[in-house]
C-alpha cells in the first residue's frame, strides 16, 4: 500500500486532521499515513514548499504527499494533482510547485473529484484525502482530474553571489530554534572554491569561519554553522535557541565573504 503524508497548516489543537485521516482510514483502513508537519505557519507556502522539497525525495516511489497550506475554499483557486519523479502530490494551485521543482513534472490535472457536498468549504478532506485514496489502490490522475498546463508560478528567493561573497537568507526556523538558509552546499563550494570565508549577519560579533559537522562539535551554548540534512547552511546554537539569540528569524539575511 503506498504511503500518504499529510503537510499542513492545521495544526494539533483542532479535530480537522482527525476528519482527514478518518476519510482515508475509512475507504482504507491500513493507509500507512505519515504526518510530516501540521505546524507550517499560516498560509506559508514558501515554507510548505521548502519542507516538501526536503523530504519528497526520501519517500519511495509513487508514495502521495498531500499538501493543505492555505487551501481553504477559494472561488479562482483550483486543486490539482501532480505525478512528479514517480511521486504524486495534491495540492492547491497556489504556486507550491514552482518552488520545488528543478524538472518540468510528468503530467498535472486539475482535480475533478466528485464530492459529497455542493459547497467545497475543506479542500483537504473533501478533496484531497478521497483522491488520494484513489491514486493508492491504484487509480491515475487522469481519471480524477484534466490536464492542464498551467500552472501558478512564484518566484523563489535565491541567494545573490559575486566572486567572492553570497548574500542569502534564512527561509525556515525548526523547533529547536535552528535557523536554515537558502544557501546550499554546492553554491558554497560553486563560489567559495575551498577559501577561507566568514559567515555574517545582523548581530555584530557573531560572526563564523567555519562550517562544524555536528551539533556537538562546539560547546553547549556556542553558536555554529553546519550544512543540514537537506543540504542547506544552517546557523544554530548547541542546545540553544538561535534564531531568538541572533536575531536570525526569516528574511535575515546571511552573508558568506570568501
Avoid: C, W
Avoid at 494539533?12 to 500507512?32: E, M, R, T
Amino acid at each position: 500500500m503506498p504511503i500518504i503524508t499529510l503537510t499542513t497548516d492545521l495544526g494539533l489543537k483542532d479535530y480537522y486532521l482527525a476528519l482527514v485521516k478518518a476519510k482515508i482510514l475509512s475507504q482504507i483502513p491500513d493507509a500507512q499515513i505519515i504526518d510530516v508537519s501540521h505546524s507550517i505557519n499560516s498560509f506559508d507556502i514558501a515554507e510548505a514548499a521548502f519542507v516538501l522539497k526536503t523530504i519528497l525525495k526520501e519517500f519511495p516511489k509513487d508514495s502521495i504527499h498531500i499538501v493543505a497550506v492555505g487551501s481553504q475554499a477559494v472561488d479562482d483557486i483550483r486543486h490539482i494533482g501532480i505525478r512528479y519523479k514517480d511521486r504524486y502530490i495534491l495540492t492547491a494551485d497556489t504556486g507550491l510547485f514552482s518552488l520545488i521543482a528543478d524538472q518540468h513534472p510528468d503530467l498535472v490535472v486539475e482535480l475533478q473529484m466528485n464530492i459529497e457536498s455542493d459547497v467545497l468549504t475543506f479542500p483537504i478532506r473533501d478533496m484531497y484525502a478521497p483522491a488520494a485514496v484513489f491514486l493508492a489502490k491504484g487509480g491515475t490522475l487522469e481519471v480524477i482530474g484534466r490536464r492542464t498546463e498551467q500552472l501558478v508560478e512564484r518566484m523563489s528567493v535565491k541567494p545573490t553571489t559575486g566572486s567572492d561573497f553570497i548574500k542569502g537568507a534564512i527561509i525556515y526556523v525548526d523547533k529547536y530554534g535552528n535557523a536554515i538558509s537558502n544557501i546550499d552546499a554546492n553554491l558554497i563550494k560553486e563560489i567559495g572554491k575551498g577559501r577561507e570565508f566568514l559567515i555574517g549577519f545582523a548581530h555584530k560579533g557573531a560572526e563564523m569561519t567555519e562550517i562544524k559537522k555536528r551539533y556537538s562539535d562546539t560547546p553547549m551554548g556556542d553558536r555554529l554553522a553546519l550544512i543540514n540534512t537537506a543540504g542547506h547552511l544552517e546557523i544554530a546554537i548547541n542546545q540553544g535557541h538561535a534564531a531568538n539569540l541572533l536575531g536570525l528569524h526569516k528574511g535575515a539575511a546571511v552573508i558568506m565573504t570568501f
